[in-house]
């Protein structure tokens, strides 16, 4: 397997455009997760999918701010403006859940920039 | 997820074992320990979990007090590749919320 793939890798925009980050699960996976890392704030939780179903998104800064599961394997987390403050590395994980470890797998992430 | 408390940094000798603590005074009966790390510029990486019981496998070992109030990660002969942040975590496993809850880990720093 090829392990979450993540798209696209760098993304460098200017502020008020609108980027699209996008997610492909592991195969089977039935859970999703969208982090944001930064210096000042390290690994912060943002949004989580169960079998397609939002069951947490309190961790979205604001309305800026949305994702979404088209189907079971593929989200994209969309920010619309962007601010030069949103600029930080986006990781998805996917899981099984349940499942014997619920461990998380992480993909390569996301560096956002925004000028 | 209860709290965590970690050192932020060590250093370790290449080829011995690193030893990384942790407390989890406040865990919770049916809480894990969970412990991941992150190689600079990738995304973290899931290396072991336990409940009570130490636990072993190819990356590490585990062992956890018999109070559950602490545990140690043990890296048997670290590697320069080793050198990373490693966070440990205490959750329940499974349903509901169930996103990792970062602390600022300790950043393990293998000389060669």
């Known amino acids: 397997d090829a392990g979450v793939i993540q798209s696209p890798r760098h993304e460098v925009t200017e502020m008020g455009q609108e980027v699209t980050l996008r997610c492909k699960l592991i195969s089977g996976h039935n859970s999703l997760f969208w982090y944001r890392q930064t210096m000042m704030r390290g690994l912060e939780l943002l949004i989580y ?43 998805c994980a996917s899981s099984l859940d349940p499942g014997p470890y619920n461990e998380q797998f992480f993909g390569p992430g996301t560096r956002l920039t925004v000028l | 997820d209860a709290k965590t408390t970690q050192p932020p940094s060590m ?17 919770s009966g049916n809480e894990y320990v969970y412990w991941y790390r992150q190689i600079h510029s990738q995304g973290p990486q899931y290396i072991i979990h336990g409940l009570k019981n130490n636990e072993t496998n190819e990356m590490a070992s585990l062992i956890i007090t ?11 002969h670290a590697t320069l ?32």
């Open chain 2, 11 to 27: 250093d370790c000798a290449e080829g011995r074992a690193a030893n990384l603590p942790c407390n989890h005074s406040t865990i």
């Open chain 2, 66 to 76: 018999e109070d559950r109030k602490s545990s140690t990660l043990i890296l048997p």
């Open chain 1, 49 to 91: 999918f169960n079998n397609n179903v939002p069951i947490d998104d309190s961790g979205m800064p604001e309305d800026r701010f949305s994702a979404k599961m088209p189907n079971a394997s593929f989200s994209t987390l969309k920010i619309q403006p962007s601010e030069p403050r949103d600029s930080a590395v986006y990781f």
């Open chain 2, 81 to 112: 590749r080793d050198t990373a942040v490693y966070y440990c975590i205490v959750r329940v496993p499974g349903g509901g919320a169930d996103g990792l809850t970062f602390g600022k880990g300790t950043h393990l720093i293998i000389q060669p």
